[in-house]
Nanobody
């Protein structure tokens, strides 16, 4: 595996919930920090949540209180639980490392929030 692999996206109504997942190979997963990013059409990719190796989390103001980032080292997986979804959350969601320059990007997973 040369890229992280995101999954779990889909179509959800406003106010709904969704959990997206990211899996990576052993080498890729062994990083100091992980982050979820999203990119909406016509917008730059933005970081929405980060988690350090020690479990310290940070969130963009736009998702704070609604999204939760977590990791499972045994499964080499990263998760983003998204609650109270809004139409403006519609985007392709990616996982990556904010501290490793050149870390590969996966294909992302599409999250569409619409009624």
């Amino acid at each position: 595996q040369v890229q992280p692999v995101e999954s779990g996206g889909g179509l959800v109504q406003p106010g709904g919930s969704l959990r997206v997942s990211c899996v990576a190979s052993g080498s890729l997963f062994s990083v100091n920090a992980w982050a979820w990013y999203r990119q909406a059409p016509g917008k730059q990719r933005e970081s929405v949540a980060t988690i350090t190796a020690t479990g310290v989390t940070n969130y963009a103001d736009s998702v704070k209180g609604r999204f939760t980032i977590s990791r499972d080292n045994a499964k080499k997986a990263l998760y983003l639980q998204m609650n109270s979804l809004k139409p403006e959350d519609t985007a392709v969601y990616y996982c990556n490392s904010p501290t490793i320059r050149g870390f590969p990007w996966g294909q992302g997973t599409q999250v569409t929030v619409s009624s």
